[in-house]
T-cell receptor, first 113, second 116 residues
Framework: DSGVTQTPKHLITATGQRVTLRCSPRSGDLSVYWYQQSLDQGLQFLIHYYNGEERAKGNILERFSAQQFPDLHSELNLSSLELGDSALYFC????????????FGQGTRLTVV | AQSVTQLDSHVSVSEGTPVLLRCNYSSSYSPSLFWYVQHPNKGLQLLLKYTSAATLVKGINGFEAEFKKSETSFHLTKPSAHMSDAAEYFCVVSEGSSGNTGKLIFGQGTTLQVKP
């Protein structure tokens, strides 16, 4: 158990809908990262928050947004969902913002039908 | 910009024989390098990390990796494969030193198959 909690584990929704994925980092970790894993794209970095502040954006679509709250948990919002958004979404946390290992949650498997 | 290339998409070994998973990296800075493992339908688990201390790094479950700057390589090895080692392995570099993020950049992964 990495100490990173993601909910829900599975999500099935229809095209055009909006969903929210939640991540609770390890106790004491200030950084939260979101990644998308799909068969054709591999593991892609989406966004990084450190202590509530956005630090970096990767290949994140405009339909997607994220935030990190004062209690350090984070949410990833996916809207106007398309079939191609079906993937495994991972959250990871680390103690600092640079050069440290990250610990991953079990992921949320999103299926868009 | 940092990147990693895993040289084999699939490696097959027999149980009890050595494992070698190859990784080359590209980095403008002194990198932080990691190997993660993903078992089917599971999250990613850190196997080991290199952060500019000893060049030979020991990890969990008998794995180790050697950082070779001259070859820009960070290959993962294990002397004797076990059936439970069958999984997907990712070589990862942290963007670290440049900018203000430690985001991880993943290789495409190597599937390790262990035959009885």
């Amino acid at each position: 158990d990495s100490g990173v909690t993601q909910t829900p584990k599975h999500l099935i929704t229809a095209t055009g809908q909006r969903v929210t994925l939640r991540c609770s980092p390890r106790s004491g970790d200030l950084s939260v990262y979101w990644y998308q894993q799909s068969l054709d794209q591999g593991l892609q970095f989406l966004i990084h928050y450190y202590n509530g502040e956005e630090r970096a954006k990767g290949n994140i679509l405009e339909r997607f947004s994220a935030q990190q709250f004062p209690d350090l948990h984070s949410e990833l919002n996916l809207s106007s969902l398309e079939l191609g958004d079906s993937a495994l979404y991972f959250c990871a946390s680390s103690v600092s913002d640079l050069r440290t290992e990250a610990f991953f949650g079990q992921g949320t498997r999103l299926t868009v039908v | 910009a940092q990147s990693v290339t895993q040289l084999d998409s699939h490696v097959s070994v027999s149980e009890g024989t050595p494992v070698l998973l190859r990784c080359n990296y590209s980095s403008s800075y002194s990198p932080s390098l990691f190997w993660y493992v993903q078992h089917p339908n599971k999250g990613l688990q850190l196997l080991l990390k290199y952060t500019s201390a000893a060049t030979l790094v020991k990890g969990i479950n008998g794995f180790e990796a050697e950082f070779k700057k001259s070859e820009t390589s960070f290959h993962l090895t294990k002397p004797s494969a076990h059936m439970s080692d069958a999984a997907e392995y990712f070589c990862v570099v942290s963007e670290g030193s440049s900018g203000n993020t430690g985001k991880l950049i993943f290789g495409q992964g190597t599937t390790l198959q262990v035959k009885p």
